[in-house]
C-alpha cells in the first residue's frame, strides 16, 4: 500500500450483516414470459405430445413396422389397423410413429448442430477478427461453392442410409450459410459498449462471445434452430424420395410421404398422416419459435417486466 | 399593439400507442410578433418538438390535434398537406437538430439551394444560381462559387449547419423553428451558429422559436421564454423575468441544476428527483408535484391554470403553480430555498497537499498514430492520422482530471489507449504503479484491470439488454473470481451506493430510465474497488435536472472513496464543477493544462480563452454584454503534421501579432511552458 492512501473499500464491515436476498432466477423469469404467451404454449403441447407419440407409440402399438400383415394389404384405417396398411401389409400407424421419430432426431441433432457450430464461429470471427476472422470466412466462401447436395447423396448412399451418418454430413453442409449471416449480425455487437465494457473489466474473449454476444442475436439463433428443424426434413425428404436418404426397412416422414403422395387417389391415408404429422411439427416449432423470442428479447411486446 | 405573426391557440396534441393515448401537448398558448424570438425550454419528451412540428404541420396522419395555429392571418390546423405546403419554406421554416440527416447526402448543395429558391418561385436558373452563392456568402461559407457543387459530406458538421440556415434563408422567411439547432455542434462552432440566426433574424426581420433544453442559449437568443413540462407550458415570461424572478419551482430546479462556468465557489448542484410522469390518462393534478419539493395537498386535487402573477412594472409574468405567490426571487420559499441543498462530504483527502499524495494513474508521452489506408486489394500506406501527439498527465488520489477540447482532439482516443493498456513506443502508462508495458498475461491482466474502470457516455448501450441489473454489476466481479454468494452481497450494497433500490435488481436495463442507467454504469465500475475511473462524457446524453444528480452522485462517491476520476467532457460548465486538474486538448495535444481555477480564471493560451468565451451563461445580463471571442473555422485536420503551431489557422492572438512573431508560430512547434502542477501552456506568447 502506497503512503497516505486512504482508500477504504466500499464497506465489507456492512457485508456480513446483508442475508442473501432470493433473487429471481434469469430462466424462472424466461419461463414466466413464455407462458404468458398462449399460442406458444399451444405449440409446445403440440411439440411434446408428438414427441410422446414418436417415443411411445411402438411401445403401445399392436404391430411392428416392418412387420408384414397379409391378411389387410392396402387396407383403409379400421379398429385392427389405426392409420391403415400399405399395399405391402405395412401397419401405418407404426411406421407414421417410427417415422417421426427419425424424423425427429435427424431434424433436432441437425438444427441443434448447425446452429451452434454456426453461432461460435460467426460471432467468435467477429469479436477476435484479425487473423481469426479473415481464415474463417475464407473457410466459409469455399465452402459455400462446393456442390453441397451431391456430396450429401454420395455420403448417405455409401452410409446405406444410416441416420447418424446422414445427420452428421447434413450439420457439415449445413452450418456457414448460417455462420456467414450470424458473423454480419456479430460485427455490429462488436462495436456496442458493453462488450468494449466487459473486455475492459477483464472478462476472457470466449467468455464474452457466449455472455454477451450470444445472448444478443438470440432471437435470430432461435428463428435458425425453427428453420433449420424444417429445413432438415426438408432436405431429408428430399434425400429419401431419391432413394439416397433413410432406407427401407427403415422409415422416415420424407420416405413415408413419399411413397404416400404415388397413391394419393387410391390410399389416400398413405399420405396424410405422415403429413399431418410433418406439418403438426412444422407448425408447433414456429409457434415455440416465437414465444421464445418474445420471452428471450427484452425489447419485444412483453417489455422488460418480469 | 400589432398583430401578432404567430397565434397558437390552446394546441393540443395526440398520439394514440399500444398502451393508451400518449397526450403529447395538452393545451399551449402563445402570441409571436414578428422579429422577437420565443425560447421554448424543457426536457425530453415535455412536447417541445411535438409543438414545432404541429405548427410546420408535419406531424403523422394518425395524431389528433385540436386548437388553433394562425399564421400571418391564416388557420394552419386543417389544412391540406397541398396548401401548406405553399406555405412551408416560403413563409415559415425549419431548422433542424441534425444538419446531417436534413441535407440529402446524392445531391450537391447548389441544387438543393437552387430547389428551395425555384419551388415557391419563378426564377430564371442565371438568378437563382446567383443568390444561391449570395446565401451561401450570407452564411459566411468560404469560396462558395466553388463549394456549391460539394456533397453535404465533403462539409463539416457546423458548414452543413450553415447551409440549412442558407436554405432556410431563401425565400425571406416571415418565421424561423430552430428546434435544437445546435445541440450536435461543439462550443466554438454553437457560438457561430447562434450569431449566424440572429443575423438572418435581423436581415430577413423574422419571428424565431428557439427550442432548446440549454437554458445558456435561451438566455443568449430568446426575448420571451416558455418552459414547458409535460406538454403544458408552466412559466412564461420575458427572459429577464424568467432568469431573475423564477416563480415555478419546476424552473427553479431547471435553473439550479446547470453547473455554471462563472461560478467559482463549489456548490453542489441542485438535482430534480424523480422523473417525468408519462403523460398517459394523467390524473388531473399538477404533473409536477411528485418530484415537488415544496407540494402540499391542494397539488394532488387540480391542475394549476397558467395565471398571471406579474404586476404592473415587470408585465406579463405567467406561471402554473398555486403557490408562486409564496415564492421569492432568488428561489425562495418562506426564506428558504425551495430547493434544499444536498450535502457533500468532505473528502478526508482534501487537507492532504497534492504532492503527498500517490499518483494512481501516470501517462508519460503517451502518441497514438492511425494510418490512412488506399485501395480494395493492395493497401498502400498514403499517410497517418496524428491522433494523440505526446501527451503526459499524472493523476493523484482522490483527484479529478478532465480532458477538455471539441469532437476529433483525440479525447476519447486517450482514454481507449489508457483502457487497451497500449504500450507506449517512447512513452509509458503506470496505473498505480505498475507499467502497462510489465503486463503479460491474462491474470496480470486481470489484476490491473481492477484498478482502473471505466463508465460509458451512452447509459443504454454500455449495458446489455440481455442481463439483468444484478449480473450486469456482478460482471467484473464474477471477472476477478469472486463467489456468487459475496457478489451478491455486494450488488446491493453498490445498489444503494449509487441511490439505487437493491430490489430492483432483477430487472432488465430497459426498465430504468436514462439516469437510473448510468448509476448502474457507475455502480458496475464500482464493484471492483478501482482506485481510476475512467469517465467518457458521463452525463452528456442526460436531461440536465438528472445530470445535476449523476454530477452530485460522482462528487459524493470521490470523496467518499477517494477515488481518482480521468473525465473527458465537451461541456466546460460540467467540468468545472467536478474538475480539481484540467487540461485542454486540442488536434491531440494540450495545449493548456493546470488547476482548474487558475485555467476558468486566468485562462492564457488563446484555443482556452476562445473555448471559454463560447459557453453560453444561464444569465441573460452577463450573457448578452459580455465580450466573446468567436473563432473562424473548423478542427483543422489531424492528418499532416504541422511544423508550428496547430491552433494557428483560428488563432485570434495571431492575426494581431506582427509579421516576425507569426512567422515563430507557424515554424516551431510551442512546447508546454509555464510552473509544473500548476498552469502550463502551450503559446510562446503567453
Given at each position: 500500500?502506497?503512503?497516505?492512501?486512504?482508500?477504504?473499500?466500499?464497506?465489507?464491515?456492512?457485508?456480513?450483516?446483508?442475508?442473501?436476498?432470493k433473487r429471481m432466477s434469469k430462466w424462472e423469469l424466461y419461463s414466466r414470459r413464455f407462458r404468458r404467451n398462449r399460442p406458444a404454449v399451444a405449440g409446445l403441447v403440440i411439440f411434446a405430445v408428438l414427441v410422446l407419440f414418436a417415443v411411445v407409440a411402438p411401445l403401445l402399438a399392436r404391430f411392428d413396422h416392418i412387420e408384414l400383415d397379409f391378411l389387410n394389404l392396402g387396407e383403409p384405417p379400421s379398429g385392427e389397423h389405426w392409420f391403415g396398411t400399405t399395399s405391402a401389409g405395412n401397419d401405418t400407424f407404426a411406421q407414421v410413429a417410427i417415422g417421426l421419430q427419425r424424423s425427429l432426431m435427424i431434424a433436432v441433432a441437425v438444427s441443434v448442430g448447425t446452429t451452434v457450430i454456426s453461432a461460435v464461429v460467426g460471432t467468435a470471427a467477429a469479436y477476435f477478427?484479425?487473423?481469426f476472422e479473415?481464415l474463417t470466412l475464407l473457410l466459409i466462401h469455399f465452402l459455400m461453392v462446393v456442390p453441397t447436395f451431391l456430396l450429401l447423396a454420395m455420403f448417405s448412399n455409401d452410409s446405406g442410409g444410416d441416420w447418424r451418418i446422414i445427420s452428421l454430413i447434413m450439420i457439415l453442409i449445413g452450418w456457414f450459410f448460417p455462420a456467414r449471416v450470424i458473423w454480419t449480425m456479430a460485427l455490429s455487437l462488436r462495436?456496442?459498449?458493453?462488450?468494449?465494457?466487459?473486455?475492459?473489466?477483464?472478462?476472457?474473449?470466449m467468455k464474452i462471445v457466449l455472455r454477451h454476444m450470444l445472448p444478443n442475436i438470440g432471437s435470430l439463433l432461435v428463428i435458425n434452430f425453427t428453420l433449420g428443424v424444417v429445413a432438415a426434413v426438408m432436405i431429408e425428404t428430399g434425400l429419401s424420395f431419391l432413394g439416397f436418404g433413410v432406407k427401407i426397412p427403415d422409415v422416415s416422414l420424407g420416405s413415408l410421404i413419399g411413397s404416400g403422395a404415388n397413391t394419393i387417389t387410391s390410399a389416400p391415408w398413405l399420405f396424410y398422416f405422415p403429413a399431418a404429422a410433418l406439418t403438426l411439427l412444422t407448425v408447433s416449432m414456429a409457434l415455440v419459435a416465437d414465444g421464445l423470442r418474445d420471452a428471450l428479447d427484452p425489447t419485444s411486446a412483453a417489455g422488460g417486466r418480469a | 399593439?400589432?398583430?401578432?405573426?404567430?397565434?397558437?391557440?390552446?394546441?393540443?396534441?395526440?398520439?394514440?400507442s399500444e398502451t393508451?393515448?400518449?397526450?403529447?401537448?395538452?393545451?399551449?398558448?402563445?402570441?409571436?410578433?414578428?422579429?422577437?424570438?420565443?425560447?421554448?425550454?424543457?426536457?425530453?419528451?415535455?412536447?417541445?418538438?411535438?409543438?414545432?412540428?404541429?405548427?410546420?404541420?408535419?406531424?403523422?396522419?394518425?395524431?389528433?390535434?385540436?386548437?388553433?395555429?394562425?399564421?400571418?392571418?391564416?388557420?394552419?390546423?386543417?389544412?391540406?398537406?397541398?396548401?401548406?405546403?405553399?406555405?412551408?419554406?416560403?413563409?415559415?421554416?425549419?431548422?433542424?437538430?441534425?444538419?446531417?440527416?436534413?441535407?440529402?447526402?446524392?445531391?450537391?448543395?447548389?441544387?438543393?439551394?437552387?430547389?428551395?429558391?425555384?419551388?415557391?418561385?419563378?426564377?430564371?436558373?442565371?438568378?437563382?444560381?446567383?443568390?444561391?452563392?449570395?446565401?451561401?456568402?450570407?452564411?459566411?461559407?468560404?469560396?462558395?462559387?466553388?463549394?456549391?457543387?460539394?456533397?453535404?459530406?465533403?462539409?463539416?458538421?457546423?458548414?452543413?449547419?450553415?447551409?440549412?440556415?442558407?436554405?432556410?434563408?431563401?425565400?425571406?422567411?416571415?418565421?424561423?423553428?430552430?428546434?435544437?439547432?445546435?445541440?450536435?455542434?461543439?462550443?466554438?462552432?454553437?457560438?457561430?451558429?447562434?450569431?449566424?440566426?440572429?443575423?438572418?433574424?435581423?436581415?430577413?426581420?423574422?419571428?424565431?422559436?428557439?427550442?432548446?433544453?440549454?437554458?445558456?442559449?435561451?438566455?443568449?437568443?430568446?426575448?420571451?421564454?416558455?418552459?414547458?413540462?409535460?406538454?403544458?407550458?408552466?412559466?412564461?415570461?420575458?427572459?429577464?423575468?424568467?432568469?431573475?424572478?423564477?416563480?415555478?419551482?419546476?424552473?427553479?430546479?431547471?435553473?439550479?441544476?446547470?453547473?455554471?462556468?462563472?461560478?467559482?465557489?463549489?456548490?453542489?448542484?441542485?438535482?430534480?428527483?424523480?422523473?417525468?410522469?408519462?403523460?398517459?390518462?394523467?390524473?388531473?393534478?399538477?404533473?409536477?408535484?411528485?418530484?415537488?419539493?415544496?407540494?402540499?395537498?391542494?397539488?394532488?386535487?387540480?391542475?394549476?391554470?397558467?395565471?398571471?402573477?406579474?404586476?404592473?412594472?415587470?408585465?406579463?409574468?405567467?406561471?402554473?403553480?398555486?403557490?408562486?405567490?409564496?415564492?421569492?426571487?432568488?428561489?425562495?420559499?418562506?426564506?428558504?430555498?425551495?430547493?434544499?441543498?444536498?450535502?457533500?462530504?468532505?473528502?478526508?483527502?482534501?487537507?492532504?497537499?497534492?504532492?503527498?499524495?500517490?499518483?494512481?494513474?501516470?501517462?508519460?508521452?503517451?502518441?497514438?498514430?492511425?494510418?490512412?489506408?488506399?485501395?480494395?486489394?493492395?493497401?498502400?500506406?498514403?499517410?497517418?492520422?496524428?491522433?494523440?501527439?505526446?501527451?503526459?498527465?499524472?493523476?493523484?488520489?482522490?483527484?479529478?482530471?478532465?480532458?477538455?477540447?471539441?469532437?476529433?482532439?483525440?479525447?476519447?482516443?486517450?482514454?481507449?489507449?489508457?483502457?487497451?493498456?497500449?504500450?507506449?513506443?517512447?512513452?509509458?502508462?503506470?496505473?498505480?504503479?505498475?507499467?502497462?508495458?510489465?503486463?503479460?498475461?491474462?491474470?496480470?491482466?486481470?489484476?490491473?484491470?481492477?484498478?482502473?474502470?471505466?463508465?460509458?457516455?451512452?447509459?443504454?448501450?454500455?449495458?446489455d439488454p440481455r442481463m439483468t441489473?444484478?449480473d450486469?454489476?456482478?460482471?467484473?466481479?464474477?471477472?476477478?473470481?469472486?463467489?456468487k454468494?459475496?457478489?451478491?452481497?455486494?450488488?446491493?450494497?453498490?445498489?444503494?451506493?449509487?441511490?439505487?433500490?437493491?430490489?430492483?435488481?432483477n430487472r432488465f436495463?430497459s426498465a430504468?430510465?436514462?439516469?437510473?442507467?448510468?448509476?448502474?454504469?457507475?455502480?458496475?465500475?464500482?464493484?471492483?474497488?478501482?482506485?481510476?475511473?475512467?469517465?467518457?462524457?458521463?452525463?452528456?446524453?442526460?436531461?440536465?435536472?438528472?445530470?445535476?444528480?449523476?454530477?452530485?452522485?460522482?462528487?459524493?462517491?470521490?470523496?467518499?472513496?477517494?477515488?481518482?476520476?480521468?473525465?473527458?467532457?465537451?461541456?466546460?460548465?460540467?467540468?468545472?464543477?467536478?474538475?480539481?486538474?484540467?487540461?485542454?486538448?486540442?488536434?491531440?495535444?494540450?495545449?493548456?493544462?493546470?488547476?482548474?481555477?487558475?485555467?476558468?480564471?486566468?485562462?492564457?493560451?488563446?484555443?482556452?480563452?476562445?473555448?471559454?468565451?463560447?459557453?453560453?451563461?444561464?444569465?441573460?445580463?452577463?450573457?448578452?454584454?459580455?465580450?466573446?471571442?468567436?473563432?473562424?473555422?473548423?478542427?483543422?485536420?489531424?492528418?499532416?503534421?504541422?511544423?508550428?503551431?496547430?491552433?494557428?489557422?483560428?488563432?485570434?492572438?495571431?492575426?494581431?501579432?506582427?509579421?516576425?512573431?507569426?512567422?515563430?508560430?507557424?515554424?516551431?512547434?510551442?512546447?508546454?511552458?509555464?510552473?509544473?502542477?500548476?498552469?502550463?501552456?502551450?503559446?510562446?506568447?503567453?
Amino acid at each position: 500500500m502506497p503512503r497516505n492512501s486512504i482508500q477504504p473499500a466500499v464497506g465489507p464491515e456492512t457485508t456480513a450483516l446483508r442475508l442473501p436476498r432470493k433473487r429471481m432466477s434469469k430462466w424462472e423469469l424466461y419461463s414466466r414470459r413464455f407462458r404468458r404467451n398462449r399460442p406458444a404454449v399451444a405449440g409446445l403441447v403440440i411439440f411434446a405430445v408428438l414427441v410422446l407419440f414418436a417415443v411411445v407409440a411402438p411401445l403401445l402399438a399392436r404391430f411392428d413396422h416392418i412387420e408384414l400383415d397379409f391378411l389387410n394389404l392396402g387396407e383403409p384405417p379400421s379398429g385392427e389397423h389405426w392409420f391403415g396398411t400399405t399395399s405391402a401389409g405395412n401397419d401405418t400407424f407404426a411406421q407414421v410413429a417410427i417415422g417421426l421419430q427419425r424424423s425427429l432426431m435427424i431434424a433436432v441433432a441437425v438444427s441443434v448442430g448447425t446452429t451452434v457450430i454456426s453461432a461460435v464461429v460467426g460471432t467468435a470471427a467477429a469479436y477476435f477478427s484479425g487473423m481469426f476472422e479473415r481464415l474463417t470466412l475464407l473457410l466459409i466462401h469455399f465452402l459455400m461453392v462446393v456442390p453441397t447436395f451431391l456430396l450429401l447423396a454420395m455420403f448417405s448412399n455409401d452410409s446405406g442410409g444410416d441416420w447418424r451418418i446422414i445427420s452428421l454430413i447434413m450439420i457439415l453442409i449445413g452450418w456457414f450459410f448460417p455462420a456467414r449471416v450470424i458473423w454480419t449480425m456479430a460485427l455490429s455487437l462488436r462495436e456496442r459498449e458493453y462488450v468494449h465494457a466487459a473486455r475492459y473489466m477483464g472478462v476472457p474473449g470466449m467468455k464474452i462471445v457466449l455472455r454477451h454476444m450470444l445472448p444478443n442475436i438470440g432471437s435470430l439463433l432461435v428463428i435458425n434452430f425453427t428453420l433449420g428443424v424444417v429445413a432438415a426434413v426438408m432436405i431429408e425428404t428430399g434425400l429419401s424420395f431419391l432413394g439416397f436418404g433413410v432406407k427401407i426397412p427403415d422409415v422416415s416422414l420424407g420416405s413415408l410421404i413419399g411413397s404416400g403422395a404415388n397413391t394419393i387417389t387410391s390410399a389416400p391415408w398413405l399420405f396424410y398422416f405422415p403429413a399431418a404429422a410433418l406439418t403438426l411439427l412444422t407448425v408447433s416449432m414456429a409457434l415455440v419459435a416465437d414465444g421464445l423470442r418474445d420471452a428471450l428479447d427484452p425489447t419485444s411486446a412483453a417489455g422488460g417486466r418480469a | 399593439m400589432t398583430n401578432p405573426l404567430l397565434s397558437v391557440r390552446d394546441l393540443k396534441v395526440s398520439f394514440p400507442s399500444e398502451t393508451g393515448t400518449v397526450d403529447a401537448v395538452r393545451g399551449i398558448s402563445f402570441d409571436l410578433e414578428a422579429g422577437r424570438t420565443l425560447g421554448i425550454v424543457g426536457e425530453s419528451g415535455s412536447g417541445k418538438s411535438v409543438t414545432s412540428l404541429a405548427i410546420m404541420g408535419l406531424l403523422d396522419e394518425n395524431v389528433r390535434i385540436s386548437g388553433s395555429i394562425t399564421f400571418d392571418g391564416q388557420e394552419l390546423l386543417g389544412k391540406s398537406d397541398k396548401q401548406l405546403s405553399a406555405i412551408r419554406g416560403n413563409g415559415l421554416v425549419m431548422i433542424f437538430q441534425d444538419p446531417l440527416s436534413s441535407l440529402t447526402p446524392v445531391f450537391n448543395i447548389g441544387d438543393q439551394l437552387i430547389e428551395a429558391l425555384t419551388v415557391h418561385r419563378k426564377l430564371s436558373k442565371r438568378a437563382a444560381w446567383a443568390r444561391a452563392i449570395e446565401l451561401l456568402e450570407t452564411v459566411g461559407i468560404p469560396d462558395p462559387e466553388r463549394r456549391m457543387k460539394s456533397f453535404p459530406h465533403e462539409f463539416s458538421g457546423g458548414m452543413r449547419q450553415r447551409v440549412v440556415i442558407a436554405i432556410a434563408m431563401a425565400n425571406k422567411p416571415k418565421l424561423i423553428i430552430a428546434d435544437e439547432p445546435t445541440t450536435a455542434l461543439d462550443v466554438t462552432i454553437q457560438a457561430q451558429i447562434l450569431d449566424l440566426i440572429s443575423k438572418a433574424q435581423s436581415e430577413t426581420g423574422a419571428a424565431v422559436i428557439m427550442i432548446t433544453h440549454d437554458m445558456g442559449v435561451v438566455a443568449k437568443t430568446a426575448d420571451d421564454v416558455l418552459v414547458m413540462y409535460a406538454g403544458k407550458p408552466v412559466e412564461k415570461a420575458p427572459a429577464h423575468e424568467l432568469f431573475h424572478r423564477t416563480r415555478m419551482p419546476y424552473s427553479i430546479g431547471l435553473l439550479g441544476a446547470i453547473p455554471r462556468v462563472d461560478k467559482a465557489e463549489k456548490q453542489p448542484l441542485v438535482p430534480v428527483k424523480g422523473n417525468p410522469p408519462l403523460l398517459i390518462n394523467l390524473p388531473d393534478a399538477c404533473p409536477f408535484a411528485s418530484r415537488c419539493p415544496i407540494v402540499i395537498d391542494a397539488c394532488h386535487t387540480r391542475e394549476p391554470d397558467l395565471v398571471d402573477v406579474g404586476n404592473e412594472e415587470v408585465g406579463e409574468h405567467h406561471a402554473a403553480c398555486i403557490r408562486s405567490h409564496e415564492i421569492t426571487d432568488g428561489g425562495l420559499i418562506d426564506g428558504h430555498p425551495v430547493f434544499p441543498l444536498p450535502d457533500i462530504p468532505e473528502s478526508a483527502l482534501a487537507g492532504i497537499p497534492r504532492e503527498d499524495r500517490p499518483v494512481t494513474l501516470e501517462v508519460r508521452n503517451m502518441t497514438k498514430t492511425f494510418p490512412l489506408m488506399k485501395g480494395a486489394f493492395l493497401k498502400r500506406k498514403l499517410g497517418e492520422v496524428h491522433a494523440i501527439r505526446g501527451i503526459s498527465f499524472d493523476i493523484r488520489e482522490g483527484e479529478t482530471m478532465a480532458i477538455v477540447g471539441e469532437s476529433g482532439c483525440g479525447k476519447t482516443t486517450t482514454l481507449l489507449q489508457i483502457m487497451d493498456l497500449v504500450e507506449q513506443v517512447d512513452g509509458d502508462i503506470l496505473i498505480s504503479g505498475t507499467s502497462v508495458a510489465d503486463v503479460r498475461g491474462g491474470q496480470a491482466e486481470r489484476t490491473l484491470r481492477r484498478d482502473v474502470q471505466i463508465v460509458f457516455q451512452d447509459p443504454m448501450g454500455a449495458l446489455d439488454p440481455r442481463m439483468t441489473v444484478a449480473d450486469i454489476i456482478a460482471e467484473p466481479l464474477r471477472a476477478i473470481g469472486t463467489t456468487k454468494v459475496e457478489s451478491e452481497t455486494r450488488v446491493d450494497e453498490l445498489m444503494d451506493l449509487v441511490g439505487l433500490d437493491p430490489s430492483h435488481s432483477n430487472r432488465f436495463p430497459s426498465a430504468f430510465s436514462g439516469g437510473q442507467r448510468q448509476r448502474i454504469g457507475i455502480a458496475r465500475a464500482l464493484a471492483t474497488n478501482p482506485k481510476v475511473v475512467v469517465l467518457d462524457e458521463p452525463v452528456s446524453a442526460l436531461d440536465v435536472s438528472i445530470q445535476a444528480g449523476v454530477i452530485n452522485l460522482l462528487d459524493e462517491l470521490k470523496a467518499k472513496l477517494g477515488l481518482s476520476y480521468l473525465f473527458v467532457a465537451h461541456d466546460l460548465s460540467v467540468v468545472r464543477h467536478i474538475a480539481d486538474r484540467v487540461a485542454v486538448m486540442y488536434l491531440g495535444a494540450f495545449v493548456e493544462h493546470g488547476s482548474v481555477d487558475e485555467i476558468f480564471e486566468n485562462p492564457q493560451h488563446p484555443y482556452t480563452q476562445a473555448l471559454l468565451s463560447a459557453i453560453p451563461i444561464p444569465d441573460p445580463d452577463i450573457e448578452r454584454t459580455r465580450e466573446r471571442i468567436v473563432l473562424t473555422g473548423d478542427l483543422a485536420s489531424a492528418t499532416d503534421q504541422v511544423g508550428g503551431c496547430s491552433f494557428a489557422s483560428r488563432c485570434q492572438l495571431f492575426k494581431v501579432l506582427p509579421p516576425e512573431d507569426q512567422a515563430r508560430c507557424l515554424g516551431e512547434v510551442p512546447p508546454l511552458t509555464g510552473a509544473e502542477n500548476a498552469h502550463r501552456n502551450a503559446c510562446h506568447f503567453r
